[in-house]
C-alpha cells in the first residue's frame, strides 16, 4: 500500500517534499488508514501533519467518542489534533440544505480555517495541502448519485483527486484509486482499530441506500464490476470535462468587458457565438470569481441560455442564493446578491407640487430632478408619472438637448467622456425611449431640455432617488 500511495502522489503531482499536510480525520477506516500512510511518508518526504477532526453533533455519545479516539491517536503519534464542534443539525435548518451538505460545508470551512492559521505563523501557500480520504468507493456512489440527479459531463467526472477550492487552497485525495476493500485489509494488517460510525450501516441518507442497496443491487442484477464501470466512465467524462474547461479559461479574460467584485460584464456578441459546452463553463467560471460554484444545474443554465439569446435587452432570471444573469443591451451581466440588492434598493418617488412650494424646497441636485408637469401631461397624456421608470440605456434612447433637438444617449456619452466600462451601469429616468435625466457616475446630472422649468411654469413634479 505504502508503495502504491507513494506512485500516485508522485504521478499526481499531490504533495510534495517539505509540505504541511491539513489531514481531514474522521477517526474512520479511510482517514486512520491515510493518518498512517502519511507519517510513514512523513519520515522520508520530511512532511508535516496537521490533523483536524470536525464533530458535527449528530450522534450524540458516539461524536463525542470519535472525538476523544482521534485526540488520543493523534497524540499517541506525536501530532497535535485541531478539533472542531458544531451543531450541524442547527446549521442545516439555518441553510435550509440537507444535513450531509451541512457537514460538509462545515468540514472544509474548518479546513480552510487551519490553512489560515499556517498561513499566519508564516507558512507559504504553496507550501500546504488539505488532504481528504475519499476512496475507489465513494468514487462510484458519488457518479452514481450524481447520475441520478441529472447531471452533466462536469457532475459525472466524479471527485477529482486534486482540486483548488474557492480560497486558493490545494486539496488533495491520495486514497481514491484505493478500493474500501484494500483499506480495511490495511487497517487490519497493521492493527489499526478505526472507530466505526454506525449510521454508515442505514439506509437513513441517499448515498447509504446507493451503497447499501443499489449498488449491491446492480452487482447482483446486471453487471458485477458496476462499480469499476462506474469509475472509467467518470474518468472519460473528466477528459472531455478538463477539454471544455480549458477552452473557457482561454477564452474568458477576453470575455470581460467590467469587472467588478460583485458584478461581471461579458462581451455578449461573442458569448453568442461559442458552443454552448463553452459557453456554459464561460459562465460558471465567471459566476464561480463572484461567489457562486456549486448550485447551478441543467435547470439554471437553461434560463441563462434563454435569457442570452432573448430579444428584450434588459432581460434577466434570477438565480440560486439571489444571485442573477441579466442583458444589459448586447452583453450579459453576471450579479451576486450585493449587486442585485443595491439594484433593488435603487428606487425613486415623485411629488406633485406648485412652482411656488417648490422653489423654497432645498433638494439635493444629484438625487432629485424636477420638470414642468403640464409641460409632460401634454407631451405623455393623464397618468405619465406612473410609466416613469429608472433603466439603463437601450438601443434608440434619446435626451432633449436645446434647440429642439435629440442627442442619442451613446453620442452623449461620448461626448461626456464616460468609460465604456462604466456606460452599461448609468441609470437614466425614462418615459418610453425618451430620457428625462441622465445621472452619471461621478454624480454629475443631465436633464431633457424639452420640460425645463420656465416663468410660465405653474405646477412642477420632482422626482428623487431614495
Known amino acids: 500500500m505504502i508503495k502504491k500511495i507513494r506512485e500516485i502522489i508522485r504521478e499526481q503531482d499531490l504533495i510534495r517534499e517539505n509540505q504541511h499536510i491539513v489531514l481531514g480525520l474522521s477517526g474512520g477506516p479511510d482517514s486512520v488508514c491515510l493518518f498512517h500512510l502519511l507519517l510513514q511518508l512523513s519520515h522520508e518526504m520530511s512532511l508535516t501533519i496537521h490533523p483536524v477532526h470536525v464533530n458535527h453533533g449528530l450522534r450524540p455519545g458516539a461524536a463525542d467518542e470519535d472525538q476523544r479516539y482521534t485526540e488520543a491517536l493523534c497524540k499517541a503519534a506525536g501530532c497535535t489534533c485541531q478539533s472542531y464542534v458544531f451543531d450541524c443539525a442547527a446549521f442545516a435548518r439555518q441553510e435550509r440544505i440537507t444535513d450531509e451538505e451541512a457537514g460538509r460545508k462545515l468540514r472544509y470551512g474548518a479546513f480552510a480555517e487551519t490553512v489560515e492559521g499556517l498561513k499566519k505563523k508564516g507558512v507559504p501557500p504553496g507550501d500546504i495541502r488539505i488532504a481528504v480520504a475519499q476512496n475507489a468507493d465513494d468514487q462510484a456512489e458519488t457518479i452514481l448519485f450524481r447520475l441520478l440527479r441529472g447531471a452533466g459531463t462536469e457532475g459525472l467526472s466524479g471527485i477529482r483527486s486534486k482540486r483548488t477550492d474557492e480560497h486558493g487552497n490545494i486539496i488533495v485525495r491520495p486514497l481514491l484509486t484505493v478500493s474500501r476493500r484494500e483499506i480495511l485489509a490495511y487497517c487490519r494488517e497493521n492493527g489499526l482499530q478505526p472507530r466505526i ?71 455578449g456578441a461573442e458569448l453568442r457565438q461559442l458552443h454552448r459546452a463553452v459557453r456554459q463553463r464561460i459562465l460558471s467560471l465567471a459566476f464561480g470569481e463572484i461567489g457562486l460554484r456549486d448550485d447551478l444545474s441543467f435547470v439554471h443554465y437553461e434560463q441563462c441560455e434563454k435569457i442570452i439569446f432573448h430579444g428584450e435587452p434588459s432581460a434577466r432570471c434570477d438565480l440560486p442564493r439571489g444571485y442573477r444573469l441579466s442583458r444589459i443591451y448586447e452583453d450579459v451581466c453576471v450579479s451576486a446578491p450585493s449587486a442585485v440588492q443595491r439594484e433593488r434598493d435603487c428606487r425613486f418617488r415623485t411629488e406633485v407640487m406648485t412652482a411656488e412650494t417648490f422653489s423654497a424646497v432645498r433638494r439635493e441636485k444629484s438625487k432629485c430632478a424636477v420638470f414642468d408637469y403640464d409641460q409632460m401631461e401634454k407631451t405623455f397624456g393623464e397618468g405619465f408619472p406612473d410609466r416613469l421608470r ?65 416663468a410660465e411654469t405653474k405646477k412642477v413634479i420632482c422626482v428623487e432617488i431614495i
Open 197 to 267: 460510525d454506525q449510521t454508515n450501516g442505514q439506509p437513513v441518507y441517499t448515498r447509504n441506500r446507493i451503497r447499501l442497496q443499489l449498488i449491491p443491487y446492480l452487482e447482483q442484477e446486471y453487471n458485477p464490476e458496476i462499480k469499476d464501470t462506474l469509475i472509467r466512465m467518470g474518468a472519460s467524462a473528466a477528459m472531455d470535462a478538463d477539454y471544455l474547461r480549458r477552452q473557457a479559461q482561454r477564452l474568458y479574460p477576453g470575455l470581460l468587458l467590467e469587472r467588478k467584485e460583485d458584478r461581471l460584464l461579458l462581451r
Open 390 to 454: 429608472l433603466d439603463f440605456r437601450q438601443e434608440g434612447d434619446v435626451i432633449a438637448i436645446a434647440g429642439g433637438k435629440h442627442k442619442k444617449i451613446q453620442d452623449l456619452f461620448v461626448d461626456c467622456k464616460v468609460p465604456r466600462e462604466q456606460r452599461s451601469s448609468v441609470r437614466l429616468l425614462k418615459l418610453g425611449s425618451q430620457v428625462l435625466w441622465v445621472i452619471f457616475p461621478d454624480g454629475k446630472c443631465r436633464y431633457s431640455a424639452d420640460f425645463k422649468l420656465s
